[in-house]
């Protein structure tokens, strides 16, 4: 864990030294849609390896589905109700 924050922290102090390089700072963002792509196959491929969820999928499925609804709409609300009160006085 203390390897992961330093790593953070590291990356942090770096791009704000190098904040004004527009290329590179897109380059890094290619990289960083990349590396979430490679991050989320990998997840997938150990997913689909796992005997244990692949038996259980019918019910890890419906929770799942179930978060992933509350999640939609607990954000929908709460992005709606800080437009409406941070941001909605601006436009009158």
Request: hydrophobic letters at 55%; glycine letters at 6%.
């Amino acid at each position: 864990m203390i390897t992961v924050l330093i790593l953070m922290c590291l990356g942090i102090l770096i791009g704000w030294f190098l904040h004004k390089q527009k290329k590179l700072i897109k380059i890094t963002s290619e990289i960083t849609n990349w590396a979430i792509y490679l991050l989320l196959f990998l997840l997938g491929l150990s997913v689909g390896a796992n005997e244990k969820i692949l038996n259980n999928f019918d019910k890890i499925g419906y929770q799942s589905i179930m978060i992933t609804v509350f999640a939609v709409t607990g954000s929908v609300l709460v992005s709606w109700l800080s437009y409406t009160i941070f941001f909605k006085k601006d436009e009158r």
